[in-house]
C-alpha cells in the first residue's frame, strides 16, 4: 500500500517562494506510469488541482498557477516537491500531494501553509 | 478548462434515506473519466468512484455511479451515520484536470 506524506514550513512571507516535499512509502516514485499531483484546498473552499509530474518527469501545470510552479522528483529519496513563487495570501491553503494516476488512490494528511508576514 | 458543477450545493437527509447527487460538465469528459471522492472535515479526501461508475478498492456497494459524457451521477442507496459529508466530482479526461465545487450532505 502505497503512503504520502507531505513535509514544509507551514509559514512563508508574502512573495517569497513555497516548498513543499512528498515523501512516497510502500512504492517507487518512478515505477508504474504514476503520476504524482498536488492538490490545494483553501481553508473552507475547495478542491484546486495545481498539477503532476509523471514517473519520467515530464510534467503539467494548471494554466492559473503554471508561471509560479515548478514540480520535480528527487528518485534517490523517493519524492517529489512542489515550489510555488511569489505567493500571497490567496495562496493559504491545505496542500495535499496524491497518486498514483488521474484519480487519487493515495493521498497524503495535507499541510497547512500559511502566507503572512 | 472543463468545468464541473455539482448539485445541489448541500442535501439534508435522514439516516437509511437515498441520496442523489449530479455532477454536470461543461464539455463531454473524455473517456469517461470521472471520479467522486468523499471529504470529512480535517480529513484528505477518499476516493469513491473512478471511471464514472467502477468502485474503488473497499468502498461499500451502497454507493455507486453512473453517466457518461457531460451527466454524472453518484447515488448512495442507504445513508449511513458515516456518510455525512462533502463530495467532490473530478475529471481527467482533458487538462486541466478539475473538481466540482462539492455538495455537503448533512443530517436533517
Known amino acids: 500500500q502505497v503512503q504520502l506524506q507531505e513535509s514544509g514550513p507551514g509559514l512563508v512571507k508574502p512573495s517569497e517562494t513555497l516548498s513543499l516535499t512528498c515523501t512516497v512509502s510502500?512504492?517507487?516514485?518512478?515505477?508504474?506510469?504514476?503520476?504524482w499531483t498536488w492538490i490545494r484546498q483553501p481553508p473552507g473552499k475547495g478542491l484546486e488541482w495545481i498539477g503532476y509530474?509523471?514517473?519520467?518527469?515530464?510534467?503539467n501545470y494548471n494554466p492559473s498557477l503554471k508561471s509560479r510552479v515548478t514540480m520535480s522528483v528527487d528518485t534517490s529519496k523517493n519524492q517529489f516537491s512542489l515550489k510555488l513563487t511569489s505567493v500571497t495570501a490567496a495562496d493559504t491553503a491545505v496542500y495535499y500531494c496524491?497518486?498514483?494516476?488521474?484519480?487519487?488512490?493515495?493521498w497524503g494528511q495535507g499541510t497547512l501553509v500559511t502566507v503572512s508576514s | 478548462e472543463i468545468v464541473l458543477t455539482q448539485s445541489p450545493g448541500t442535501l439534508s437527509l435522514s439516516p437509511g434515506e437515498r441520496a442523489t447527487l449530479s455532477c454536470r460538465a461543461s464539455?463531454?469528459?473524455?473517456?469517461?473519466?470521472l471520479a467522486w471522492y468523499q471529504q470529512k472535515p480535517d480529513q484528505a479526501p477518499r476516493l469513491l468512484i473512478y471511471?464514472?461508475?467502477s468502485r474503488a478498492t473497499g468502498i461499500p456497494d451502497r454507493f455507486s455511479g453512473s453517466g457518461s459524457g457531460t451527466d454524472f451521477t453518484l447515488t448512495i442507496s442507504r445513508l449511513e451515520p458515516e456518510d455525512f459529508a462533502v463530495y467532490y466530482c473530478q475529471q481527467c479526461g482533458s487538462s486541466p484536470w478539475t473538481f466540482g465545487q462539492g455538495t455537503k450532505v448533512e443530517i436533517k
Open positions: 471511471g464514472a461508475s
Open positions: 464539455q463531454s469528459v473524455s473517456r469517461n473519466y
Open positions: 496524491a497518486g498514483p494516476y488521474g484519480t487519487f488512490d493515495f
Open positions: 510502500g512504492g517507487s516514485v518512478t515505477s508504474g506510469s504514476y503520476y
Open positions: 509530474i509523471s514517473y519520467s518527469g515530464s510534467t
